[in-house]
């Protein structure tokens, strides 16, 4: 990492755990300001009650009117980063339009009015990371709701890299993480999946929240990084 995150202003849309939660200490960690920003702010203040360097804010990423007020409360920011995410699983017939919808407004709209009423607010050296993910590299039956709103998010840091130049904007594409996402599959089933993927990719693991943190850190501090995906997946595509 070349530059830095000292005395920055960096803000962290997601909840208060797994890997936004991992990106929000991180860059506390490399000396910035971060603040943590979701629909749940009381959830968010009680997740990082006992976090110096950490505050709480209110945003809604289905709502343009909300992420512009959370701009105004900012004044000025120096990054920022999208973790956030909504699920739309199953095969075709099983696809319900809302949820869908909520899956596309959130990853790809929601970033994309982020990027419109914050970008204005940075200056030249600042960055804007969203997330795309695996399912974007490897396609799978079950998964295409998800596919397609990843792609789009790929195709949107690259949009954005090049209309709001110097600003940098890249996407990061995690693999399989053990986060709380996974935990509604229940313990059996969630090993199990586990156990399929670590035997598959090159990796031979599972990734970790703090590895895609990691990266994270390194997209908002690499000064000649713009309009790529970074891919912390273990190899999964190639399998």
């Known amino acids: 990492m070349s530059g830095s995150l000292k005395d920055r202003t960096v803000l962290v849309v997601g909840r208060g755990s797994g890997i936004a939660r ?16 979701g629909r749940n702010r009381a959830g968010l203040e009680t997740a990082y009650r006992d ?19 959370l701009g105004e409360r900012l004044g000025t920011v120096d990054h920022v980063v999208s973790t956030a995410s909504a699920r739309a699983r199953g095969r075709l017939a099983e696809l319900d ?32 990371t969203i997330f795309s993910g695996v399912a974007a590299a490897k396609l799978a039956v079950g998964t295409m709701a998800v596919a397609i709103t990843n792609g789009a998010a790929d195709v949107l840091a690259r949009s954005l890299a090049l209309e709001l130049a110097p600003i940098r904007v890249n996407a990061i594409s995690p693999g399989v993480v053990d986060t709380g996402a996974w935990d509604e599959f229940g313990d ?21 929240a703090t590895e895609i943190a990691d990266g994270v850190l390194f997209a908002m501090t690499s000064p000649f990084l713009t309009g790529t995906t970074l891919h912390i997946d273990g190899g999964e595509p190639l399998t």
């Open 188 to 208: 059996q089933t969630k090993s199990a999946y586990f156990d399929m993927i670590s035997s598959r990719n090159p990796a031979r693991r599972i990734g970790t």
């Open 51 to 69: 976090e110096p360097g950490v505050a709480a804010d209110t945003v809604d990423l289905t709502d343009e009117r909300s992420i512009e007020q």
């Open 22 to 37: 991992a990106v929000t200490l991180a860059a506390r960690d490399a000396g910035a300001s971060v603040v943590a920003a």
């Open 97 to 128: 339009r809302d949820e869908v919808r909520s899956s596309f407004d959130t990853k790809v709209i929601g970033p994309l009015m982020l990027a419109k009423h914050l970008a204005p607010r940075m200056g030249d050296d600042g960055s804007i």
